[in-house]
């Protein structure tokens, strides 16, 4: 029997900046501004008396009014000094409770130093407020409770929610055989009959899967928030640490994070991290711990801010990028197959470890995808294709050719026998055998063999990889490192090998991410189009039409697919910035952050005193080494134990549910189970199996259930889509066993044409 670990249970998260700190005193700032009105109105008063000294009546009535003012600044002068002893307390009591929750911010904040625009100051009515840094002015009004009270209530009327239209599920092709495709198009069937029969969901529910919070202030928002629902996951963003410092002394933090931790609830703080790094930071949370988390989230704004109304608008167009690119149960299987089969053979096999030597390192790479600017660049590299390493994009390939250019590495990705079927039918044999071929692990194994040199590299977040890591760490007591962020595109998958390798210099052509001309989806040259220029093969698209800047300032039409490819470039570049990679984008697409525009004229190689032949030896012997033949992937496959987890699972599933609420708690209970084996050091491939097929079912379950209906009308829809995905765990173990060795079956005739 195996069990969910234990620590799983740490619901709490802090994305912060390390740094430490305490707060001494309390509205210093304003203090003598208000000492200073005071005595103004004194000494005008004063001066009245002067003026009136012969008439006794005026002089009392002046007396009465010095005394009113002295009276005013000792009450304010009490106010603030009973404010400031209650204002410490409280901060003690917040910094103990994050001790025990947040500890990573208990020691961040404990001594904190403001910065000098720190302004706390008491209102009128001896509400705390505060000067926003942006404005200069105070952030709340003089009554802070109920503008925040009536900011709830605004929102709870017109909530901004994220939300994932999936009508289209429904009429999916099964041109694969994948029961993957089966699932989501019957789920997606009942998605449709539910938004027919039923309004659309416009209110917060009681209990909703996710709330993500932009803006602390002083806090008064919080507990007003979450007295009118609760969420299962809460993210609270505060870009502006003197904020959140502010608001350790003006609420009560401990008992907010007592009722959360009552609640069940799982909570995580993003606390002076910028503006523009908070979707990452959101995206990288989403990716450890499941979508699900992010799933029909609603989305909140405190305070106003132009940064973080730019982050929102930021975060509903890119929300499709958290339920997008996790693979699926058959993708699951055939990794492990094909995983299998490939540790079998004679591979050389990369190890990220083993750089590029400095000899070699500067000489420049030509990564070469098929986007339908290539075409104007065709020349630049036909001219220089002697100076540097030429790393074709799969069918970036035929397009080279079709020019004189033999690439000299040929990288592919899909890995479906579609892979080989166009291989073979577009690229002859001998012309194969003059180039090297770069793959990863889960590659169909038949593809491994069509080259004259092939070079393998393990995939990140597959359950083939896992069992290889499970296997050489068991005999041989280490881990060949993965490549990340190489999908879903394959120029993602070059850009991950050889930014890996660390050369330094790396020039894309062709990496569109996108186009101009909805008609040209990739370069005129390649196997798309025929002669004449007419579209014979049509492209893959994938999700909604996205509009973003172009690579040298024009705008770029691209979809969900694509902009995923571009912001795994992206993410890989960020990720690779202590290396010292120049990325060069010659591409006339989408702009890439971290790359430099270049157009293609304006290239200027450094001259080398060695060939590129000897750096392309270099790269097959110095990175790459056999892979050890101790490595037995099939002792450790665990079919018993995956059907004890996918029992589990459904047991889960199968309790009774009378609302929204228990439905919800119900899958995400489901859910935390299955996500407890990410990290396992034994049983992570048995997570891997059911991680991406969990995702894209359960994200859609969730949305149908916030989508539609009320709290219980929904029920028997949500009921019927849910045993779908219940009947789809209970037959997984036996579709494991069954096809853990079958290889990719898919195939295409490229001979016919795939639009008429």
Not at 562 to 569: E, L, N, P, S
Not at 670 to 676: D, E, G, I, N
Not at 702 to 716: A, R
């Given at each position: 029997?195996?069990n969910?670990?234990?620590?799983?249970?740490?619901?709490?998260?802090?994305?912060?900046?390390?740094?430490?700190?305490?707060?001494?005193?309390?509205?210093?700032?304003?203090?003598?501004?208000?000492?200073?009105?005071?005595?103004?109105?004194?000494?005008?008063?004063?001066?009245?008396?002067?003026?009136?000294?012969?008439?006794?009546?005026?002089?009392?009535?002046?007396?009465?009014?010095?005394?009113e003012?002295?009276?005013?600044?000792?009450?304010?002068?009490?106010?603030?000094?009973?404010?400031?002893?209650?204002a410490?307390?409280?901060?003690?009591?917040?910094?103990?409770?994050?001790?025990?929750?947040?500890?990573?911010?208990?020691e961040?904040?404990?001594?904190?130093?403001?910065?000098?625009?720190?302004?706390?100051?008491?209102?009128?009515?001896?509400?705390?407020?505060?000067?926003?840094?942006?404005?200069?002015?105070?952030?709340y009004?003089?009554?802070?409770?109920?503008?925040?009270?009536e900011?709830?209530?605004?929102?709870?009327?017109?909530?901004?929610?994220?939300?994932?239209?999936?009508?289209?599920?429904?009429?999916?092709?099964?041109?694969?055989?994948?029961?993957?495709?089966?699932?989501?198009?019957?789920?997606?069937?009942?998605?449709?009959?539910?938004?027919?029969?039923?309004?659309?969901?416009?209110?917060?529910?009681?209990?909703?899967?996710?709330a993500?919070?932009?803006?602390?202030?002083l806090?008064?928002?919080?507990?007003?928030?979450?007295?009118?629902?609760?969420?299962a996951?809460?993210?609270?963003?505060?870009?502006?640490?003197?904020?959140?410092?502010?608001?350790?002394?003006?609420?009560?933090?401990?008992?907010?994070?007592?009722?959360?931790?009552?609640?069940?609830?799982?909570?995580?703080?993003?606390?002076?991290?910028?503006?523009?790094?908070?979707?990452?930071?959101?995206?990288?949370?989403?990716?450890?711990?499941?979508?699900?988390?992010?799933?029909?989230?609603?989305?909140?704004?405190?305070?106003?801010?132009?940064?973080?109304?730019?982050?929102?608008?930021?975060?509903?167009?890119?929300?499709?990028?958290?339920?997008?690119?996790?693979?699926?149960?058959?993708?699951?299987?055939?990794?492990?197959?094909?995983?299998?089969?490939?540790?079998?053979?004679?591979?050389?096999?990369?190890?990220?470890?083993?750089?590029?030597?400095?000899?070699?390192?500067?000489?420049?790479?030509?990564?070469?995808?098929?986007?339908p600017?290539?075409?104007?660049?065709?020349?630049?590299?036909?001219?220089?294709?002697?100076?540097?390493?030429?790393?074709?994009?799969?069918?970036?390939?035929?397009?080279?050719?079709?020019?004189?250019?033999?690439?000299?590495?040929?990288?592919?990705?899909?890995?479906?026998?579609?892979?080989?079927?166009?291989?073979?039918?577009?690229?002859?044999?001998?012309?194969?055998?003059?180039?090297?071929?770069?793959?990863?692990?889960?590659?169909?194994?038949?593809?491994?063999?069509?080259?004259?040199?092939?070079?393998?590299?393990?995939?990140?977040?597959?359950?083939?990889?896992?069992?290889?890591?499970?296997?050489?760490?068991?005999?041989?007591?280490?881990?060949?490192s993965?490549?990340?962020?190489?999908?879903?595109?394959?120029?993602?998958?070059?850009?991950?090998?050889?930014?890996?390798?660390?050369?330094?210099?790396?020039?894309?052509?062709?990496?569109?991410?996108?186009?101009?001309?909805?008609?040209?989806?990739?370069?005129?040259?390649?196997?798309?189009?025929?002669?004449?220029?007419?579209?014979?093969?049509?492209p893959?698209?994938?999700?909604?039409?996205?509009?973003?800047?172009g690579?040298?300032?024009?705008?770029?039409?691209?979809?969900?697919?694509?902009?995923?490819?571009?912001?795994?470039?992206?993410?890989f570049?960020?990720?690779?910035?202590?290396?010292?990679?120049n990325?060069?984008?010659?591409?006339?697409?989408?702009?890439?952050?971290?790359?430099?525009?270049?157009?293609?004229?304006?290239i200027?190689?450094?001259?080398?005193?060695?060939s590129?032949?000897?750096?392309?030896?270099?790269?097959?012997?110095?990175?790459?080494?056999?892979?050890?033949?101790?490595?037995?992937?099939?002792?450790?496959?665990?079919?018993?134990?995956?059907?004890?987890?996918?029992?589990?699972?459904?047991?889960?599933?199968?309790?009774?549910?009378?609302?929204?609420?228990?439905?919800?708690?119900q899958?995400?209970?489901?859910?935390?189970?299955?996500?407890?084996?990410?990290?396992?050091?034994?049983?992570?491939?048995?997570?891997?199996?059911?991680?991406?097929?969990?995702?894209?079912?359960?994200?859609v379950?969730?949305?149908?259930?916030?989508?539609?209906?009320?709290?219980?009308?929904?029920?028997?829809?949500?009921e019927?889509?849910?045993?779908?995905?219940?009947?789809?765990?209970?037959?997984?173990?036996?579709?494991?066993?069954?096809?853990?060795?079958?290889?990719?079956?898919?195939?295409?005739?490229?001979?016919?044409?795939?639009?008429?």
């Open positions: 029997m195996i969910a670990p234990q620590a799983f249970e740490h619901r709490c998260c802090f994305m912060g900046v390390p740094s430490n700190i305490r707060f001494q005193s309390f509205s210093e700032p304003a203090r003598p501004l208000k000492i200073l009105l005071s005595l103004i109105k004194i000494k005008r008063i004063l001066r009245n008396i002067k003026m009136s000294k012969n008439n006794l009546q005026s002089a009392q009535e002046s007396i009465n009014e010095i005394e003012a002295l009276n005013s600044i000792s009450q304010k002068q009490q106010n603030e000094d009973a404010f400031v002893d209650k410490n307390i409280t901060f003690d009591n917040n910094i103990l409770a994050f001790k025990k929750y947040f500890p990573d911010i208990a961040k904040f404990s001594s904190h130093q403001p910065s000098s625009k720190f302004n706390l100051f008491l209102n009128s009515n001896g509400s705390a407020n505060f000067i926003d840094y942006d404005t200069g002015v105070p952030i009004s003089e009554d802070p409770h109920k503008q925040s009270s900011q709830i209530k605004s929102m709870l009327e017109n909530p901004i929610m994220g939300k994932v239209d999936h009508s289209q599920l429904e009429f999916l092709k099964n041109e694969t055989g994948f029961i993957h495709i089966d699932l989501m198009a019957e789920i997606g069937a009942i998605y449709n009959e539910t938004q027919q029969a039923l309004t659309p969901t416009k209110s917060v529910a009681e209990f909703i899967p996710s993500i919070i932009f803006g602390v202030g806090g008064y928002h919080l507990d007003n928030m979450f007295g009118s629902f609760n969420a996951y809460i993210s609270i963003f505060e870009p502006n640490e003197d904020y959140f410092f502010a608001s350790l002394f003006t609420f009560d933090w401990a008992s907010f994070l007592n009722k959360v931790d009552e609640a069940g609830s799982y909570l995580y703080f993003s606390i002076g991290v910028p503006e523009q790094e908070m979707y990452e930071a959101l995206h990288l949370r989403a990716g450890e711990i499941g979508a699900f988390s992010v799933a029909s989230a609603l989305f909140f704004q405190h305070y106003p801010s132009e940064a973080v109304n730019k982050l929102i608008n930021e975060f509903k167009g890119n929300y499709h990028q958290f339920f997008m690119g996790w693979g699926f149960f058959d993708d699951a299987l055939l990794s492990v197959a094909h995983s299998v089969d490939n540790s079998l053979k004679p591979i050389n096999l990369l190890q990220p470890a083993k750089k590029i030597s400095e000899t070699y390192n500067h000489f420049p790479i030509f990564i070469v995808a098929n986007g600017s290539l075409h104007n660049d065709i020349d630049t590299i036909k001219k220089l294709q002697d100076k540097v390493i030429i790393v074709a994009c799969n069918s970036a390939t035929t397009a080279l050719l079709k020019q004189g250019i033999t690439p000299d590495f040929h990288v592919a990705l899909e890995r479906t026998k579609a892979t080989e079927d166009f291989l073979t039918a577009f690229i002859p044999e001998h012309t194969r055998q003059k180039i090297n071929l770069l793959v990863l692990n889960v590659m169909y194994p038949k593809v491994l063999d069509l080259f004259g040199w092939c070079g393998v590299a393990l995939k990140s977040n597959e359950a083939g990889t896992s069992l290889f890591h499970i296997s050489e760490f068991l005999n041989n007591g280490r881990i060949t993965t490549i990340g962020f190489s999908n879903p595109l394959v120029g993602n998958t070059a850009l991950s090998f050889f930014g890996s390798m660390e050369f330094k210099n790396i020039y894309l052509f062709g990496a569109d991410n996108g186009y101009k001309d909805p008609n040209h989806h990739h370069s005129k040259g390649s196997y798309y189009y025929s002669g004449e220029g007419e579209t014979i093969h049509a893959l698209k994938m999700g909604g039409e996205l509009i973003v800047p690579n040298f300032g024009e705008s770029i039409i691209t979809d969900h697919f694509m902009h995923t490819g571009k912001v795994q470039m992206e993410r570049l960020e990720s690779k910035l202590d290396a010292g990679i990325c060069f984008n010659c591409s006339d697409g989408a702009a890439v952050k971290g790359s430099m525009p270049l157009r293609s004229d304006d200027l190689l450094e001259e080398f005193s060695f590129k032949n000897e750096v392309i030896e270099h790269i097959k012997t110095q990175p790459f080494s056999a892979v050890d033949k101790n490595v037995c992937l099939t002792d450790y496959l665990d079919f018993d134990e995956f059907e004890q987890l996918c029992n589990t699972m459904v047991e889960i599933l199968d309790g009774p549910i009378l609302n929204r609420t228990e439905a919800l708690e899958l995400l209970e489901s859910l935390r189970y299955l996500f407890s084996f990410k990290n396992h050091p034994r049983y992570t491939h048995l997570y891997l199996l059911l991680e991406g097929e969990s995702l894209y079912v359960t994200s379950l969730i949305s149908l259930l916030y989508n539609f209906g009320d709290e219980t009308t929904i029920v028997p829809y949500y019927k889509a849910k045993t779908l995905w219940r009947d789809f765990i209970a037959d997984a173990p036996q579709q494991y066993r069954d096809r853990w060795n079958e290889l990719s079956d898919y195939s295409f005739d490229y001979s016919k044409p795939s639009v008429s």
